[in-house]
């Protein structure tokens, strides 16, 4: 008995007779397809939505579309790669219609839709709303740090570029004493460097010396803490095991299935203050006055929580747990037992703080290092748990522009109650297996773990499609394919 043998390669018919018949009923193709299909381009804002009217014929973006999202269910990104698949890959042959676009091309449509593609992903997570596939009740949020395009090498912080400065003026105070002393030797031959050498030298150490200032007082202009040079927007964050220059990505992910409500692209190194609009987004996107949202302590952010709780959020961060005073409606229970592990609260509205133990903190002053200052020398100075600050008196300070800041302040008729922060084990307990599903899905099976644009709105862009190519997977995972294209028809 002889091997399986493939057919011969001269002989007239190798593959099927038409290309509708490469790809299964059940490909992944076909629902991309269907749903690029039925989205009004006009409406997502994509460039370019009609044909030129003269000139060289452009390829339909919808075409492009189907690439793009195709691609990064199949951990290819790059454009070079993508028109490879155009050539050899018989689902893109399928898709496109034996079209194969130049990569110069495929990368020009990313770099020109950002902000039509993030409409591209909402489109599609409202389509999932519909559906169905959202729980609505319970959602996660979690960011992690997304390699940009710029080496390590090419971010300085001011303290840095501060070193760099005070190294070139030492070097440059170094060639000048050597071009005293070559001065005063009158043998020639001795000397290391001649004078016309030195001075060169000089020369290139001042050029590098004056571009290191201009970047000192580019971020004294803007108020930046760091410079990048490959992408301006990108910045220098602390990770696991070293600090690489990054993009932190926030996400919200609902419990029931999984499936990413809303991103955010932010060059922000910390979690700080993305609770608020991040439940607030997906409180829209779900059209419900209220919701509960679970993260980890690098949220804790108290002004955070408590504009969430304003705004209907039930909120549950992991290992808070403490005691607030808030402004109330007169005639609710206003009696204050402070504790000494509770935090002050800014009121923005009245432009106040009000610490644990129910005493009211005035705006004082603004210091270029703390931010805003609030203080009440006289209420703290009595004050048994000292949550305030001595330095310079008792104070507590509030991080904000010194634009925002002013002494103007509204503590007429004021009723303050005391809410106690009390996260539930069991909704922090989910947390993980809940929002950390989709980072490693996208890292290790999508192979996403850096960027590969520039600027937080292509960056934007290029999650866009990430995010619902995973979208996609899952909702295939949970209703199949052919009730996918079905509710996209």
């Known amino acids: 008995m002889d091997f399986i043998r493939g057919e011969h390669r001269e002989q007239t018919v190798l593959l099927p007779d038409t290309i509708e018949d490469y790809v299964d009923k059940n490909s992944v193709v076909r629902v991309i397809d269907a749903f690029v299909d039925s989205l009004d381009l006009l409406e997502m804002d994509f460039v370019k939505q009609k044909p030129n009217s003269t000139g060289r014929p452009m390829y339909d973006p919808k075409d492009m579309l189907k690439l793009y999202v195709y691609g990064y269910m199949n ?34 449509f990313r770099q020109s839709n950002g902000k039509a593609l993030k409409n591209v992903f909402r489109n599609f997570v409202n389509l999932c709303v519909k559906l169905g596939l959202y729980g609505k009740e319970l959602i996660a949020i979690d960011g992690s740090k997304f390699k940009a395009v710029n080496s390590p090498k090419r971010s300085f912080t001011e303290k840095q570029i501060k070193k760099k400065i005070d190294s070139l003026n030492e070097k440059i105070d170094e060639y000048l004493k050597e071009l005293d002393r070559n001065d005063e030797e009158e043998d020639a031959v001795s000397r290391e460097k001649t004078a016309e050498e030195i001075n060169e030298i000089i020369n290139g150490l001042k050029k590098h010396k004056l571009r290191y200032q201009g970047y000192a007082d580019e971020l004294k202009q803007t108020g930046e803490k760091q410079k990048s040079l490959t992408d301006p927007e990108s910045r220098l964050m602390a990770g696991v095991g070293k600090a690489d220059v990054c993009y932190n990505i926030q996400t919200a992910v609902d419990a029931k299935n999984k499936l990413i409500v809303d991103f955010e692209v932010t060059n922000q190194g910390n979690d700080y203050n993305f609770i608020t609009p991040m439940a607030e987004s997906a409180k829209e996107i779900f059209e419900t006055d209220s919701i509960t949202v679970t993260a980890d302590a690098g949220y804790a952010s108290i002004q955070d929580i408590t504009a969430a709780m304003n705004h209907g959020v039930e909120v549950h961060i992991a290992g808070t747990d403490f005691d607030i005073c808030l402004p109330a409606e007169a005639g609710e229970d206003t009696e204050i037992t402070g504790h000494h592990n509770g935090r002050c609260v800014y009121i923005p509205e009245r432009n106040i703080t ?8 005035y705006p004082s002053s603004y210091d270029k290092t703390n931010g805003a200052i609030f203080c009440n020398y006289e209420a703290c100075r009595q004050c048994t748990y000292k949550c305030t600050k001595k330095t310079r008196g008792f104070y507590h300070h509030i991080r904000m522009s010194s634009e925002n800041f002013s002494k103007d302040f509204n503590d007429k008729d004021l009723v303050i109650k005391q809410v106690r922060i009390k996260p539930d084990k069991e909704i922090i307990k989910l947390r993980k297996s809940i929002v950390e599903h989709p980072f490693g899905t996208v890292k290790q099976n999508m192979n996403a773990r850096n960027c590969l644009m520039k600027g937080i709105k292509n960056v934007a862009g290029e999650f866009s499609l990430t995010f619902l190519a995973y979208n996609i997977k899952r909702a295939i995972n949970i209703i199949g394919y052919e009730k996918l294209i079905e509710s996209m028809a």
């Not at 290819?76 to 676009?101: A, G, H, M, Q, Y």
């Not at 009000?354 to 903190?361: A, S």
Request: hydrophobic share 35%; with cysteine.
């Open 75 to 108: 951990r290819v990104r790059t454009s070079r790669r993508l028109e490879d698949e155009t050539k050899r890959n018989l689902e893109v042959i399928w898709l496109l219609k034996n079209l194969s676009p130049d990569h110069k091309t495929i990368a020009r």
């Open 354 to 361: 009000l610490c644990p133990m129910g005493n009211v903190l």
